[in-house]
């Protein structure tokens, strides 16, 4: 279904209004009546807001990293896409969860629906960033005692761990007032110890 010009403007209307009205205070009545459809149309293309919201996500992540991949091919230097593509991962999921207004404990529920997303993004990821350490070991630029992608995938692993850390650790209520600044800091300082 995916091809289909109607799933295509309950994903558009879905994603304006989560940005709107944030996860928890968006409706099927509000997402039905922007795409156009009466709520029963909606569970013809979807079980209800939460794969809605998955949907969403999934095609929004895969924008941003087709987007973020092509930006970083743009610093000459490897280790400056290395640094530069991990560190943006972390600022787009802050501006990602910003928009949607979550609270700490709904993010924290819904983030194991995200297991499918995950994997299908992970496996994209990890082989963008191997391309990128085997590009930069074939210019003496990297030395590493394991392969490219056990380092590429450490590294993803790495930068989503400093990330759920900062979310788990924020004791705040809401997911828009979480400082990512203290996770993107650490990634910094240690990519400055593995990657010379």
Do not use: W
């Amino acid at each position: 279904m995916k091809d289909n010009p109607k799933h295509d403007e309950i994903l558009k209307a879905g994603s304006e209004c989560f940005a709107r009205f944030g996860f928890d205070k968006t409706t099927l009545d509000d997402i039905g009546r922007l795409a156009g459809l009466n709520k029963a149309s909606l569970y013809y293309y979807f079980k209800n807001k939460e794969e809605i919201f998955i949907a969403v996500v999934l095609e929004e992540t895969k924008t941003f990293i087709a987007d973020l991949q092509h930006k970083t091919q743009a610093f000459p230097d490897v280790r400056k896409q290395v640094k530069f593509y991990l560190t943006e991962r972390i600022r787009r999921y802050n501006e990602v969860i910003h928009l949607t207004k979550l609270s700490v404990d709904h993010l924290q529920k819904v983030e194991p629906m995200f297991d499918a997303v995950y994997e299908q993004t992970k496996s994209r990821e990890v082989a963008f960033l191997t391309e990128l350490l085997k590009k930069g070991v074939a210019d003496n630029a990297f030395s590493f005692s394991e392969p490219s992608a056990s380092v590429a995938e450490s590294l993803f692993f790495l930068s989503d761990a400093l990330k759920h850390e900062a979310v788990r650790s924020s004791g705040r209520f809401m997911t828009g007032e979480i400082d990512f600044s203290s996770a993107i800091e650490k990634l910094d300082r240690l990519l400055r110890l593995i990657i010379r």
